[in-house]
């Protein structure tokens, strides 16, 4: 391989081309007579992903030797393209007032009976005498001595759809921010969030539940702040997440 002098040498340097199951990458190597230069060169490579090191070698001369990792379809021409795109479901629970639960026996209490109960839950004396159809007065003396017997709230479970992408330092697409903070339906993630329609794994999907207490209960998933973190090789993390549940109509905006 020729040696360069600092980086006035036309000689191209070697590069070699890899696959493995998350990728390509390239493998990118050049001799320099002194070791400002390579570092130098180096330098100006992780800007474009790559990450790097200088051998001393024989003669006073020394080697860099970069990686970068890319995907087959944007490698390292189009830095808009992200060098991996990965949509995850993680599992996860939450606990839940009894009385805002997606659960039948809730569904069924009347507004009546729940300012009864809650009444009764502030400052238990004499039980309260529930009145409607017997369900309606079943579903109320069921949920009363759940209370009773200090059973306060439930596991629901709620689970997260986190979308990750690694970029290059020189990504110019930023973060969006659209949306975060309102629910977004389960039928319109695809549209307004661009969901995949190859992902091997089923979204959750509910029917929103008819109460009788006059609240408006309804599920979709909920848009967060994204997290934005720098790793090796000057990358970039951008990761934004989803999480299911089941939201009051009247406090949060839903698309």
């Known amino acids: 391989m020729a040696i360069k002098t600092g980086q006035l040498s036309v000689v191209q340097p070697k590069s070699s081309f890899w696959k493995k199951a998350t990728g390509y990458g390239e493998k990118y190597v050049e001799d320099f007579t002194d070791e400002a230069s390579a570092q130098a060169r180096g330098d100006s490579l992780v800007l474009k992903g790559y990450e790097w090191s200088v051998t001393p070698l024989s ?19 189009d830095p808009n393209t992200p060098l991996s795109d ?11 007032d009894i009385l805002d639960s997606d659960n039948a026996t809730v569904n069924l209490l009347t507004d009546g009976n729940k300012k009864l109960l809650l009444s009764y839950i502030d400052s238990p004396n004499t039980p309260p005498a529930f009145t409607g159809t017997t369900d309606q007065i079943n579903a109320a003396t069921t949920l009363l001595k759940l209370s009773q017997a200090g059973v306060k709230s439930v596991r629901i479970f709620a689970p ?10 020189d990504f110019t697409v930023a973060q969006s921010l ?4 309102s629910i977004i339906y389960a039928d319109s993630l695809k549209n307004l969030e661009g ?14 539940p008819t109460r009788n207490d006059g609240l408006t209960m309804k599920y979709g998933w909920m848009k967060k702040y994204p997290t934005i973190s720098q790793v090796g090789g000057g990358k970039w993390n951008l990761q934004q997440e989803f999480e299911w549940g089941l939201w009051s109509y009247d406090l949060y905006t839903f698309i």
């Open 59 to 77: 003669g006073g001369c020394y080697r860099l030797e970069a990686t970068n990792d890319y995907s087959q379809t944007g490698g390292q021409s």
């Open 86 to 96: 990965v949509w995850e479901l993680q599992p996860n629970q939450v606990e839940k």
């Open 160 to 169: 997260v759809l986190r979308h990750t992408r690694v970029v290059r330092r």
């Open 178 to 181: 659209t949306n975060v903070g």
């Open 195 to 208: 969901t995949p329609g190859t992902l091997l794994f089923n979204l959750p999907t509910s029917s929103h």
